[in-house]
């Protein structure tokens, strides 16, 4: 698992520039086709990094529609999520995490939008291995109990992979949006 693991991370930071700019753009409207989107809600988001697909054409969509939205935050071994506001402070990943008095769990989320490494057709999906989402949202294996979040994960195209063994603890996603497909 580690050495694909590697090869997805490698495809994803070798996706040039402008490409990047391009494909993030293509996020927006291919979330709109699935995600009807109302000024109560609350959508969890992401700062792309390492080469993460971006999802600041999203981020900005939101805001400018005063949608409340927010950004996970490390919380032990698992994530919390707190709103965005203008001021950060990086995690022990380096990684901006907003400074805010507004944390929430994933439950009370409408929508979460995770960052992936990689994924297959059945909405399995390799992340960066910390574990994080998978334990923070270990609520969803119980489907009849959890409706929220929908989880949405994001990818380039070239992150598909035809299959992952799934772990026990793996939490498959709700869809996953690609610049040029939704599964």
Not at 43 to 61: A, K, T
Not at 136 to 148: E, G, V
């Amino acid at each position: 698992m580690q050495t694909l693991r590697q090869l997805l991370r490698q495809k994803r930071l070798d996706t040039n520039p402008s490409d990047r700019v391009k494909f993030g753009k293509q996020l927006l409207p291919q979330l709109q086709k699935i995600a009807n989107f109302k000024n109560d809600q609350k959508i969890g988001l992401y700062l792309s990094n390492n080469g993460e697909i971006d999802p600041i054409y999203i981020q900005n969509f939101l805001k400018k529609q005063e949608i409340s939205t927010y950004l996970p935050v490390i919380d032990g071994k698992s994530l919390k999520f707190a709103k965005i506001g203008e001021n950060f402070r990086n995690n022990q990943y380096g990684i901006p995490e907003p400074i805010s008095t507004d944390i929430i769990s994933a439950e009370q989320l409408d929508i979460l939008l995770i960052p992936l490494v990689g994924f297959d057709k059945n909405k399995n999906r390799i992340g960066m291995g910390g574990g994080y989402y998978d334990r923070t949202l270990d609520f969803k294996k119980q489907p009849k109990i959890a409706k929220k979040p929908k989880l949405f994960g994001l990818a380039f195209d070239c992150q598909q992979v035809d299959q992952i063994d799934v772990q026990e603890w793996d939490v498959p996603l709700d869809k996953i949006i690609t610049p040029s497909n939704i599964y």
